[in-house]
């Protein structure tokens, strides 16, 4: 059984920062990619940021200069800094990881339960 669990979610201000976390338990023998999703009220879930196994990172254009991706793959953990926080950016945040759990175990896709984010004034 894998688990990914989110937290750093929260309020906060227009211009002001948060940092998500998201750490991986259970069985896993390795992660690949690792990335944070949003979903806002009544809109598509969206990619924010990604980063590979081997720390090339990809973000989206609204995010850019803004939000930063991390990893710690002692600890299997995903990390998004977001500064700079708009209104815009008010959304429920998952982590999302590709991860094997044995060896030659073809990998799959797991998700955190989700963390709010919500920035106002």
């Known amino acids: 059984q894998v688990q990914l669990v989110e937290s750093g979610g929260g309020l906060v201000q227009p211009g002001g920062s948060l940092r998500l976390s998201c750490a991986g338990s259970g069985s896993i023998f390795s992660i690949n990619g690792m990335g944070w999703y949003r979903e806002a009220p009544g809109k598509q879930r969206e990619m924010v940021a990604f980063?590979?196994?081997?720390?090339?990172?990809v973000y989206a254009d609204s995010v850019k200069g803004r939000f930063t991706i991390s990893r710690d793959n002692a600890k299997n953990t995903v990390y998004l800094q977001m500064n700079s926080l708009k209104p815009e950016d008010t959304a429920v945040y998952y982590c999302?990881?590709?991860?094997?759990?044995?060896?030659?175990?073809?990998?799959?896709?797991?998700w955190g339960q989700g963390t709010q984010v919500t920035v106002s004034s």
């Open positions: 999302n990881a590709d991860i094997s759990t044995g060896w030659r175990t073809k990998p799959h896709d797991y």
């Open positions: 980063i590979s196994s081997a720390g090339s990172t």
